[in-house]
């Protein structure tokens, strides 16, 4: 699944490409014709009969981030609304002449929703696990998940604001891990980037969140912080599916310290496994206490 740093990556590529533009038609595939068909809402989780209509003729005035969503501010006839978008598992968006032009024949075949543009290129959304979620909303605070989600990890809150989180009673005997992937304690942390943030921290992912001390949830903050980065900087990480507007793959994959590891890169010790959170997790109990 795309995490924060992927997702990130999306935006700016797209805000370069179709902020500005204007949308002139919007296509949708048979899987989400048909899933919409017999009750699904597929993809889109609203009504296409009103998502159609009410994308259709606006113009994409912003693109921003929230944790691992995108969202999309339209503006159509003097009123504006947003588009939220989840990438889910597998999604990615391309901005090419057509469906046919898209080069890798996996997202291809599994296109979802093409916005058409006014200026002839399209809008594509792909989607090959086909998990992914879009929706009109006309503010971003009638998103549930935007009403509860800390604030971004770049703001000047977001560290007194996930020490307090994390050592909210709720969380005390929680696997820390855990906790950092709840997007109320510190948006856009999914599995690969625990794990990749604890190792660094040197803090066990199976520990309970209240017997981590608050320097060590410091330098754990801190640590997310530059996994969050490194992999911006690396263009994100290609394990299987994500890739970038332009197609391109990630590299941020060999630069990992731990994740899907046999041994550890500090220590040269046995790397262990352990299902937290329904996710397999990766650490070495030698560098991580």
Known sequence: MPELPEVELVRRALAQEVEGATIEAVAF????????????????????GAFGPRV????????????KYLYFIMEKSGEVFH?????????????????????????????????????????????IRRFGEMATVGRMGDFPPFT?????????DSLPEFLDRAKAPANSNKAIKAVIMDSSVIPGVGNIYASEALFTAGILPTR?????????????HRAITDVFNLSIESGGSTISDYRGV?????????????????????????????????????YCTRCQR
């Open 148 to 156: 509860r989600m800390a604030v971004e990890y770049t703001d000047p």
């Open 83 to 127: 588009m939220i978008s989840h990438l889910g598992m597998s999604g990615a968006y391309f901005v090419r002449d057509s469906v046919e032009s898209i080069t890798d024949a996996n997202y291809r075949k599994h296109w979802q929703v093409v916005f058409r543009l006014a200026d002839g290129r399209a809008l594509i959304y792909c989607d």
């Open 208 to 220: 309970k969140a209240g017997n981590v001390s608050v320097a060590r949830l410091v330098d754990l």
């Open 246 to 282: 332009s197609g391109e793959k990630g590299s941020m994959q060999d630069r990992f310290n731990i994740y899907q590891k046999k041994t550890c890169r500090a220590c040269g010790g046995p790397i262990r496994t352990k299902t937290i959170a329904t996710r397999n997790t990766f």
């Open 29 to 48: 595939s048979d899987f989400v014709v048909n899933g919409h068909q017999i009750g699904r809402r597929t993809i889109v989780k609203e009504d296409l």
């Open 56 to 67: 259709h003729g606006a113009a994409i005035r912003k693109i921003g981030r929230r944790g």
